[in-house]
């Protein structure tokens, strides 16, 4: 274990004087950024402003409309609400506030006037005064302005100028110009130089960081290899693969020409059952296999698993890039209702013109792989790899939904970061190709990672309590591929973020193992500004939108349990492992079948193989494969069905989620796609803007509890009475959470309104907070009936304290009671009272 | 809080009793009964999956207190259990079940004077079909040349599903076959026998008869005032048979004037209030046509009359009328002797076409969505089917309709009249749905039902007309889901305002489940008048009444009372849904997959007793305060208020 490089980087990150530093910066700019109300960035002018301006809200922001003061800077379009609080001038940049847009994110500026829209260009000019201003974004929001009769019309026109003028039209070399306004100023730079990194998440930059997710995933059988440390091997590849532990460096190095862009079988995730998840580029044809090639390839392959490989093949069922492109574009034409144009699909078109796009097809397609990938790793004892000729597009979605179905870890917010950050970000996911930041490779562009948003949104809205992050942060992510600020998205593999941040940077000394040098220093800066990662919420997103992205209480307790691999053994194991060893079947189209070409070097024409290996890969456990699948064909249908994968709430939290596919299941992202729609909200809704949120109630509401309780507690006679509150605290905060947990389920359509600024403190603070004061006053009643409490509303919300109880049990427990503190708890009944 | 106490008390009962068939039955079969419990939400429904029929008899579910009654429940709780009253008619062994998702199975088929009973031999755990013979709207014989010597036999059901049984040709051909005999009891009206509601003898804590009172309900509304007055001209059902005996209407129109108009509208449906705005004093009314005719002929006292409805309005000098239906429609009506108002007669007043089509297209509309989604769904044009069937259209033109006579109301100030043709389908529909949007109190559970008495029940919706009870002319003309469209709406509603509505989605499934069951005698008759003559009250038992014995069932527990605030849903079709909760839940691959139901009511059992703690506290706060020397050595917290699921 190379804890070494952990701790240089903590001492690092602690360093005493940043955040002071920090503060009495932003104490001198002071003044100078805060104008007109509008809180700038370092070195950000204000180019225009109009006032008595008024936002149309969305559905989600409430409806209706907010007055205030419209802004154009040379980064953003912002929009101050009149009764806005005066901001804080200490506190921390924020590059948007919630009503701003950024430039960069602007698609198409039109004002409609009386009796006529016109489409802005930078070079076009108005004959007559706007009254709206509608802006079109790539995210597919659509920002309505209305100016008010008051607005003066100079500033009317001279805001539309401007901000079409200083939007980034699609051409190349805008995005240096727009990073440079948002981050380009000595203070951002400084400012971004010193941000903390999120160290709840793994980021796989690191030899360590993939020694961590090998530990957590219990993982034995692989090790971290460096051979590609200089992207010698495969210039696309992270720095750092996971191979297995019997291959050496020596013989690896000798594997990589075997495949399409060097791109190796590679490790990314083991089932607790015990399967390996690999995956890998397609092979090179043309190449002559040596004996130790093909010694060395088998078990790269085969993994620790030596009896059976399946080859997963991505090509054929699932959409291209291309594919994806023209889905993604038909559907963005069909939400956004394009007022400009004016065409826009009429309502009783609708459903056939959403099912001509094919999204939905592709979004189901991608799912059901992803499905049949889980039921085989269930299966246990086998290694999946998934092949795709380049291995950067459908191998990144499949890979990561997998695991977002299996483990319950991908589901939280920072779970699902390592996730991206280790399938796409590390794996080389051309984000700069795709995304087409640049507008000068058209042909490349696909949003396939949109796709996959709209994947795991599938599995969120059908699984709703079974997530920690939201829809929430979803659209932030969402809308955050947009914004070409990030380093994350800015380039298409770890060697180019390398490059561009001038910065080799990192070195291998023998003693700390790898060291990371984070912040490249910013005296020895280039020209550009320091790119953040999309995961610094903070710079975009103000703290009640952040507080949204996840679920008050995540929902499964143990959420970085050590797996070790062997935590059940399936009864369809053994009918798997007793096959010869070495076999490879190849899965498409949902049967399985072993091509004799399926691995080149087996292929006739080698004939090495044949010598060490005699026996010809049987087709005889084929039928134990295809059960594996059936398995879930079969869960769609509840009867007869004796495997543990009861759709409704399967008690072993490893059970994949397994999303119903059929057509009516398959839902659209309303919040994302439809949420610019203007036609949406022809209505203002008059009183939903200052409603309280159905949750927000239920936390007031409970509130209201608390505070009676509270009176209760000022009792004269404390020490009968503190154990009470105390409990009953506990249980409302269950009871609040509850509420936010169970909502998702219903909440698609609501007219929402920003959830409580402040989610409930969870029990383990209270625990902690609370502890002093019952421990100061012994309580009469003995501490079973408190346990009992606690107990019962585990079972009842699946918020497990027992759970919390054992922190330091990193072992996972034997299913029977791994049942208990882990299910989802509502018809858990039995469970409980035998543990009671 | 006397509520939370009987919730209590219910639910550790219920939950003690089923906890034990959790344990005997396997994994697989307990989830999948609680999913059944959420998805299926059929009560008194069959479901196709098995042991649901533990949970689905409606005085199972009411009546878990005796003790015996859940020993036997439990002891065999795949049997069927029978309803008072429901005697065993036929029984047959070896009988084949098609079903369309999981295939053929052999079981044992019971036929009662209620139900249709399948229990398969050859399942483990037993499949179970329960079903009221009240859904069955035809029995259809299908060839038995085909498969050697079986008979087969088609149900088709009103509830948007077709089953499919078979059996070896009868030996003793004096014997009927058992479907012959599920004939006989599944349409008794054509029979000359009786509708099982008025042998039903259960007994529920609640008189659901007694939810609705005309007087009461326009007193809680502020009628009688200044402008509006309760009339009896109708006590006697003489001015107009379908309408209710109590009716308001404008003060200074005499009864005697309004017979004369009354003979200018269809069938005497005379302009009556509905709702009115308890701060404009707007109104929204409903009638039927004006019998305009081909010569326009028009009526001086009907012209006064909406004047009269108008003047009550003093915020608006405007009066508009919706015409549910399209322009063509209502021009083509005249060839009847029906019409509209023309605006020269009628000044003031605008008139407005809603483009709502008539029963007929409805009925054609729903059969196509039967097509659709049962039994297999094509997947790849799903959405193109979907949107073939127009379904969702109606859908949205009813809520457009309903949303623009709600926003004139609130808005504009504006009075309102509504009519169709006859004044009791679409004009049911629109101004019901109209008063949801309007007037929360309508959003709780029994404001929902008073508003289904008054406006549908009372003003003489002819549900048995409509959806033809006991009566085996399948192919009547007059049938239509008229009623379930309109359900359909509150259901889209709910998705668009989740927290507004007390009630939840399995009250919606209920309602439309005992729509059929012919189990409560609610949607008998066809107007307020018959169901006086058959004295449907004192014969048989109302639904409300077992839907008001265990309202925890259907409470929604994110509601919030909005009762001040009006709700102006998205009509668009982008935001409108396929209520797939309802028409495709006989697919069990369309189960949700997790079960909301059941946590909602766990939530709601938290909750009521959280409260009932914190209140006792409280208590015990003022007592305690009253005598602050005593000590409180045994606390009175006693009641241990732990859930009670030990």
Not at chain 1, 56 to 81: D, I, M, N, Y
Not at chain 1, 395 to 415: A, I, K, Y
Not at chain 1, 521 to 549: A, I, M
Not at chain 2, 247 to 254: E, G, Q, S
């Amino acid at each position: 274990m190379l804890t070494g490089s952990k701790t240089t980087f903590k001492v690092r990150q602690m360093l005493p004087d940043i955040k002071e530093r920090m503060l009495s910066q932003s104490g001198v700019s002071a003044r100078s950024r805060d104008v007109f109300g509008l809180r700038c960035l370092p070195g950000e002018c204000v180019l225009q402003r109009a006032v008595m301006v008024r936002k149309k809200l969305t559905a989600r922001e409430g409806r209706g409309w907010v007055s205030g003061t419209l802004f154009c800077t040379h980064f953003r379009v912002a929009f101050v609400p009149q009764d806005s609080p005066k901001p804080d001038d200490n506190a921390d940049p924020v590059l948007l506030g919630d009503h701003d847009v950024a430039l960069a994110s602007i698609e198409k500026v039109v004002v409609v006037g009386p009796n006529r829209t016109k489409l802005v260009t930078p070079n076009s000019s108005l004959k007559f005064t706007p009254e709206e201003l509608v802006l079109y974004c790539r995210d597919l929001r659509v920002i309505c302005f209305l100016f008010d009769r008051l607005t003066p019309d100079a500033q009317v026109i001279e805001i539309t100028y401007t901000i079409a003028k200083t939007y980034q039209p699609p051409k190349p070399g805008s995005v240096l110009s727009f990073q440079n306004a948002a981050l380009g100023s000595v203070e951002m730079k400084q400012f971004l130089s010193n941000r903390r990194r999120n160290t709840h998440m793994i980021w796989f930059e690191s030899a360590s960081d993939w020694e961590q997710e090998l530990e957590r995933c219990g993982a034995t059988g692989w090790r971290v290899s460096s051979v590609n440390d200089r992207f010698e091997m495969s210039t696309s590849l992270p720095r750092c693969i996971v191979v297995p532990q019997k291959v050496l460096d020596t013989e690896l190095k000798k594997s990589f020409a075997h495949f399409n862009e060097g791109r190796i079988p590679r490790w990314c995730w083991r089932h607790p059952r015990g399967s390996d998840l690999l995956r890998m580029a397609s092979f090179q044809n043309n190449i002559y296999h040596e004996k130790d090639d093909i010694r060395n390839l088998e078990m790269i392959l085969f993994g620790c698993q030596s009896s059976l490989c399946v080859v997963v093949e991505l090509g054929e069922e699932l959409p291209s890039p291309a594919d994806i492109q023209l889905a993604h574009s038909r559907l963005r034409a069909l939400c956004l209702g394009d007022i400009s144009t004016s065409v826009s699909v009429p309502d009783d078109k609708w459903l056939s013109t959403l099912e001509s796009t094919h999204w939905l097809d592709y979004t189901r397609s991608c799912l059901r792989k992803a499905s049949e990938v889980a039921c085989l790793l269930r299966g246990g004892h086998l290694t999946v790899a998934l092949q795709e000729a380049d291995d950067r597009d459908m191998g990144c979605v499949v890979s990561s939904l997998v695991q977002v179905m299996c483990d319950p870890h991908c589901r939280t917010q920072h779970g699902f970061q390592s996730l991206v950050q280790k399938e796409w970000v590390m794996a080389g996911h051309r984000f700069n190709s795709r995304i087409n930041y640049h507008r000068d490779n058209d042909k490349e562009e696909a949003p396939v990672f949109l796709l996959f948003l709209d994947c795991v949104w599938q599995l969120l809205s059908q699984y709703p309590s079974r997530f920690q992050l939201t829809d929430d942060f979803l659209l932030a992510l969402h809308d955050s591929i947009h914004l070409p600020l990030f380093s994350s998205f800015l380039a298409n593999c770890q060697r180019e973020r390398c490059k561009r941040s001038q910065n080799p940077g990192q070195s291998y000394t023998p003693v700390n193992g790898w060291r990371d040098v984070l912040h490249p220093d910013s005296s020895s800066d280039s020209s550009d500004p320091p790119l953040p990662s999309v995961w610094d919420w903070s710079l975009q997103y103000s703290k009640h939108r952040r507080d949204r992205f996840t679920q008050p209480v995540p929902p499964i307790p143990p959420l970085q349990p050590l797996l070790n691999g062997n935590l059940n053994t399936n009864p369809d194991t053994h009918r798997l492992t007793d096959t010869i060893p070495g076999s490879v079947f190849l899965l498409s189209r949902g049967t399985f079948s072993c091509p004799s070409n399926l691995l080149p070097w087996r292929s006739g024409s080698s004939g090495v193989y044949k010598k060490s290996h005699r026996r010809a890969p049987s087709s005889e456990n084929v039928p134990g494969l295809e059960r594996l699948l059936k398995a879930w064909a079969l869960a769609e249908f509840p009867q007869g069905l004796t495997s543990t994968s009861g759709p409704q709430g399967p008690l072993d939290p490893y059970e994949p989620l397994l999303p119903l596919l059929m057509g009516p299941c398959m839902g659209l992202w309303r919040e994302c796609y439809l949420r610019g729609a203007l036609h949406a909200q022809a209505f203002s809704h008059p009183i939903s803007a200052n409603h309280p949120h159905p949750v927000e109630r239920l936390a007031r509401e409970v509130q209201q509890l608390k505070d009676k309780l509270a009176q209760v507690s000022t009792d004269p006679n404390p020490p009968a009475k503190t154990a009470e509150p105390r409990r009953t605290d506990t249980n409302l905060n269950q009871n609040t959470n509850n509420g936010t947990f169970l909502f998702p389920a219903s909440r698609s359509q609501s007219t929402t309104m920003p959830r409580a600024t402040a989610p409930p403190p969870t029990s383990t603070n209270h625990q902690t907070s609370r502890g002093p004061l019952s421990a100061s006053a012994p309580s009469s009643r003995p501490g079973h009936k408190d346990n009992g409490g606690s107990n019962k509303h585990t079972f009842l919300f699946g918020h497990s304290s027992v759970a919390e109880a054992r922190p330091d049990q990193r072992h996972y427990p034997a299913p029977n009671n791994a049942k208990l503190p882990k299910s989802n708890g509502i018809q858990t009944a039995p469970p409980h009272d035998r543990a009671l | 809080m006397e509520k939370s106490g009987s919730i209590d008390s219910l639910g550790s009962k219920r939950s003690s009793s089923r906890q034990p068939s959790v344990d005997s039955l396997s994994s697989t079969s307990t989830s999948r009964s609680d999913r059944s419990a959420q998805a299926k939400a059929a009560s008194a429904m069959s479901a196709d999956s098995a042991a649901t029929s533990t949970e689905l008899s409606p005085e199972l579910r009411v009546k878990p207190k005796t003790a015996a009654k859940q020993v036997f429940r439990d002891s065999d709780k795949e049997e069927q259990q029978l309803l008072p009253n429901e005697t065993v008619q036929d029984v047959a062994q070896d009988v084949t079940y098609f079903c369309p998702f999981i295939g053929a199975m052999r079981g044992t088929v019971t036929v009662t004077n209620y139900r249709l009973f399948f229990k398969s031999m050859d399942r483990e755990p037993a499949f179970v079909l329960d079903l009221p013979l009240g859904v069955v709207s035809r029995v259809e014989k299908i060839g038995s040349a085909s498969s050697r010597g079986d008979v087969s036999y088609g149900l088709v059901c009103k509830d948007m599903r077709n089953l499919r049984f078979a059996h070896k040709q009868l030996e003793d051909t004096l014997r009927k076959s058992i479907f012959e005999v599920l004939v006989k009891f599944a349409f008794p009206v054509s029979n000359g026998l009786q509708i099982f509601a008025f042998e039903y003898g259960q007994v529920f804590p609640e008189n659901g008869w007694k939810v609705y009172d005309a007087v009461s309900e326009y007193k809680r509304q502020g009628i009688p005032n200044e402008s509006w007055r309760i009339s009896k001209v109708n006590d006697h059902y003489e001015v107009c048979d379908t309408y209710p005996s109590t009716l308001a209407v404008p003060v200074n129109i005499p009864d005697e004037e309004l017979k004369r108009v009354a003979a200018f509208r269809a069938k005497g449906r005379i302009p009556v209030l509905s709702w009115i705005h308890p701060e404009s004093q707007a109104t929204v009314t409903r009638c039927s046509q004006p019998m305009v005719g081909v010569n326009g002929k028009r009526s001086k006292e009907d012209e006064k009359y909406l004047q009269a409805i108008m003047d009550a309005n003093a915020q608006s000098h405007k009066l508009f009328i919706f015409d549910a239906r399209p322009s063509v429609n209502a021009a083509a009506n005249k060839m009847k002797g029906g019409g509209y108002e023309s605006e020269d007669a009628y000044q003031n007043a605008e008139l407005v076409f809603l483009d709502i089509h008539n029963i007929h297209v409805m009925r054609e509309s729903l059969r196509k969505l039967k097509d659709v989604v049962y039994p297999n769904i094509e997947d790849s044009h799903w959405l193109s089917n979907l949107e073939s069937t127009h379904w969702l259209e109606h859908i949205k033109l009813i809520l457009a309709g309903a949303l623009r006579i709600a926003d004139k109301v609130e808005s504009g100030k504006t009075s309102v009249v509504v009519h169709c043709s006859d004044g009791w389908d679409r004009t049911g529909q629109l101004t019901s749905l109209a008063m949801l949007m309007l007037d929360g109190h309508f959003r709780t559970i029994r404001g929902f039902e008073v508003l289904l008495e008054k406006e549908w029940l009372s003003f003489g919706h002819r549900f048995q007309l409509r959806l033809g009870h006991g009566d085996k002319n399948h192919t009547d003309a007059d049938r239509s889901p008229v009623f379930i469209q309109f359900i359909d709406c509150v259901w889209q509603l709910t998705r668009q305002f989740p927290a507004a509505f007390e009630f939840n989605e399995y009250f919606l499934v209920t309602i439309l489940d005992h729509l059929y069951s012919c189990l409560f005698g609610t949607f008998l008759c066809n107007s307020e008048q018959q169901r006086l003559k058959e004295e449907i009250p004192k014969r048989t038992v109302s639904l409300w009444s077992y839907v008001n014995s265990q309202l925890e069932e259907f409470t929604n527990p994110l509601y919030v009372n909005y009762s001040n605030h009006v709700l102006f849903p998205v009509v668009s079709l982008r935001h409108l849904e396929l209520w797939v909760g309802y028409y495709i839940r006989w697919n069990p691959r369309m189960r949700p997959q997790e079960p909301v139901h059941q946590r909602y009511k766990e939530l709601l059992a938290k909750r009521a007793e959280l409260q009932k703690r914190v209140d006792e506290l409280q208590r015990e706060v003022t007592n305690r305060s009253a005598s602050s020397s005593e000590r409180a050595g045994s606390p009175t917290r006693s009641i241990t208020p732990v859930q009670t699921f030990v």
